[in-house]
């Protein structure tokens, strides 16, 4: 059976994925704001699509590298309209990502224990016109150091070929990146994270394969919320945050062209099911939601030790966060 490589990779993981209900308030002499609630910039929107719920059925080590970019050019409110406070808003989020993946022998029962770790390096750049907010990126530092165990389940052998395989993870986003709290736009979220999440892939014919990643967040509180202007809640200072829950899907399905090569289309869709908090009192109308869709291709060399990703997305459906008209993601994975 050919060998596919889980990326448990957390790429979206790393855009800045900004500004729920972002409400502004002008005086004569400053500029009051409620504080930046994001979720966090460690998911793995859209980072996982062809096989995801293959990685292999041998023990060692395995490398990948993940260059994503995301060009933010409308910041979307409650409503789905354009934030009516920016004047031309823009951000640019550039991520490469180291993952190393280690998996145990398999024991008895076919079943596979692994974990993974991943280490971004994230560039910021945004721009807001020449009227209106002016919010500030921490430029390039490193991201959130993701840590990530699962358990790879053996497939489902039917006439001779494998027709299903899945996969149970959790993953914990520790806060260990940039972060600067007089900036709007950090590499860090400054708050632990966890993510349970299952993967799958279904073959239901031999050329043809559907994959799909669900995803649950739990968002612990950030204790030191940034902003580079004065944050304020209910006329006092802001101690504490907290993001809200969601869920997450990754989605994909590709044909086989000619052996070794596959393309698709690939997506994701996001639902943040609570409103974020501040001092503990809940911030109306901050629920993001998204779905991306595009295509993409996938490639295996010959003995399967090494496979390419490259995916596209455009964004629709876009709530209390930038709208990214175009995403772009290439990954590679080499089983050593």
Request: proline share 6%; glycine share 10%; aromatic share 8%.
């Given at each position: 059976m050919r060998e596919y490589k889980n990326n448990f990779i957390k790429a979206d993981a790393l855009f800045a994925k900004t500004l729920l209900s972002l409400a502004v308030v002008y005086?004569?002499?400053?500029?009051?704001?409620?504080?930046?609630?994001?979720?966090?910039?460690?998911?793995?929107?859209?980072?996982?699509s062809f096989f995801d719920?293959?990685?292999?059925?041998?023990?060692g080590v395995t490398y990948l590298l993940y260059l994503q970019k995301e060009n933010g050019t409308s910041l979307k409110d409650?409503?789905?309209?354009?934030?009516?406070?920016?004047?031309?808003?823009?951000?640019?989020?550039?991520?490469?990502?180291?993952?190393?993946?280690?998996?145990?022998?398999?024991?008895?029962?076919?079943?596979i224990y692994g974990v993974s770790a991943f280490i971004p390096l994230v560039s910021l750049d945004a721009s807001f016109g020449n009227t209106g907010p002016q919010l500030k990126?921490?430029?390039?530092?490193?991201?959130?150091?993701?840590?990530?165990?699962?358990?790879?389940?053996?497939?489902?052998?039917?006439?001779?070929?494998?027709?299903?395989?899945?996969?149970?993870?959790?993953?914990?986003?520790?806060?260990?990146?940039?972060?600067?709290?007089?900036?709007?736009?950090?590499?860090?979220?400054?708050y632990v994270t966890l993510i349970p999440n299952w993967s799958f892939t279904v073959l239901p014919a031999p050329r043809?394969?559907?994959?799909?990643?669900?995803?649950y967040l739990y968002n612990f509180e950030n204790s030191e919320p940034a902003g580079s202007a004065p944050l304020t809640w209910n006329g006092?200072?802001?101690?504490?945050?907290?993001?809200?829950?969601?869920?997450?899907?990754?989605?994909?399905t590709s044909y086989e062209i000619f052996p070794g090569l596959r393309a698709g289309l690939n997506g994701y869709y996001l639902k943040q099911l609570t409103d974020d908090k501040v001092n503990g009192d809940t911030l109306a109308d901050s629920k993001e939601e998204v779905l991306g869709i595009g295509p993409g291709v996938f490639w295996s060399s010959k003995d399967q030790s090494t496979n390419v990703w490259v995916n596209t997305y455009s964004e629709s459906m876009v709530e209390n966060r930038f709208r990214n008209e175009l995403k772009l993601q290439f990954r590679i994975a080499h089983k050593f």
């Open positions: 005086s004569a002499s400053s500029l009051a704001v409620t504080p930046t609630v994001t979720l966090p910039k460690g998911t793995s929107l859209g980072s996982t719920g293959f990685s292999g059925n041998s023990s409650s409503d789905g309209n354009n934030a009516a406070a920016f004047n031309s808003p823009n951000l640019d989020v550039t991520v490469a990502i180291n993952q190393i993946d280690y998996k145990f022998e398999p024991n008895e029962s076919g079943e990126d921490n430029g390039t530092e490193l991201g959130d150091l993701t840590l990530s165990g699962y358990l790879q389940l053996p497939p489902s052998i039917k006439d001779g070929r494998p027709v299903f395989s899945h996969r149970i993870a959790v993953d914990v986003i520790v806060p260990t990146g940039g972060y600067d709290a007089d900036k709007d736009f950090n590499q860090s979220n400054n043809v394969e559907i994959s799909g990643r669900i995803n006092g200072a802001v101690d504490n945050t907290q993001s809200g829950q969601a869920v997450y899907m990754n989605f994909a």
